[in-house]
């Protein structure tokens, strides 16, 4: 039988810690717990390396192997890789592996928009050139139909009962009688230039105008400020565009110019420093 040549010599506990890896290897269950036995023994100074092998005939030579071995292996130093090493060797094993394939990016519609262009799709991929003309001709009589609508929603739902237009800008004095053009009585002096009409034609502003109708009549004033008279505040300035009533008074300032119409379509220009009521 061979015998160890110093196991002895060695720690138990580096014997133990050396050969775990090769028991787990070369060992059966047996021979790792009669191994395990004698490094135990030895670590406690109970019996030396030689004591241990003539205690186990049976396996005596594989036990002195391993003692020997262990020893051996006790008395290196352990070898540890360095950082570089294990990088290097990381890089090495990547560059043995297939390369992955690379998806190319793919562009994401929005979820609720390009809904036109896969209506216009669908039409024409199914039927052709027919397709085609049926959707524009559908989507030209859409697009009518939505400018004409926001042209009457502009225009305030069009003339009114009494024949005039919406949206208004009125004068809110009450009690006002119809305009009409003083006449001149024989030996009394005229008290200011009265406006004689210069147009038979009133033609309305589409939608944006007084409302005239058979009591009330409007004023435009085109040029400077035209006035009108109240009896808490005095004269008052008018708007461009103003509703008379019966019983107004008004006037147009130097270098004014304004333009009363009638229902009947009649107008009357007011020259500057014109008063009426």
Not at 112 to 139: F, H, M, V, Y
Request: include cysteine; proline fraction near 8%.
């Amino acid at each position: 039988m061979n015998k160890p040549s110093a196991p002895c010599n060695t720690a138990p506990s580096k014997h133990y810690a050396a050969c775990l890896s090769l028991r787990k290897v070369f060992m059966s269950d047996e021979l790792e717990q009669r191994y395990q036995e004698s490094i135990e023994a030895i670590d406690d100074g109970r019996l030396s390396a030689e004591e241990c092998i003539q205690q186990q005939p049976d396996d005596g030579l594989e036990l002195a192997e391993l003692l020997n071995l262990t020893a051996h292996l006790a008395d290196r130093p352990r070898v540890e890789p360095s950082l570089a090493f294990r990088q290097q060797a990381r890089r090495n094993l990547l560059a043995q592996l297939p390369d992955r394939p690379v998806t190319p990016a793919t562009s994401q519609e929005p979820a609720n928009g390009g809904w036109l262009e896969a209506l216009w799709e669908r039409l024409t991929k199914s039927n052709g050139r027919p397709a085609q003309i049926l959707a524009i001709g559908g989507l030209a009589m859409a697009a009518l139909a939505i400018f004409f609508v926001a042209l009457i929603a502009l225009n305030g739902g069009g003339p009114d009962k009494d024949g005039g237009i919406n949206g208004v800008l009125e004068s809110k004095q009450p009690n006002l009688e119809v305009v009409e053009s003083p006449e001149e009585t024989p030996g009394e002096a005229p008290a200011a230039p009265v406006a004689e009409a210069q147009f038979a034609v009133f033609i309305p502003f589409s939608g944006i105008g007084p409302d005239i109708n058979t009591t009330t009549a409007g004023l435009r004033t085109t040029q400077g400020v035209a006035e009108i008279w109240t009896e808490k505040e005095g004269w008052q300035p008018l708007g461009k565009l103003a509703e008379l009533r019966v019983g107004e008074r008004i006037r147009t300032l130097d270098y004014s110019e304004a333009v009363v119409m009638f229902n009947d379509g009649s107008q009357m220009t007011l020259a500057p420093g014109t008063e009426i009521e």
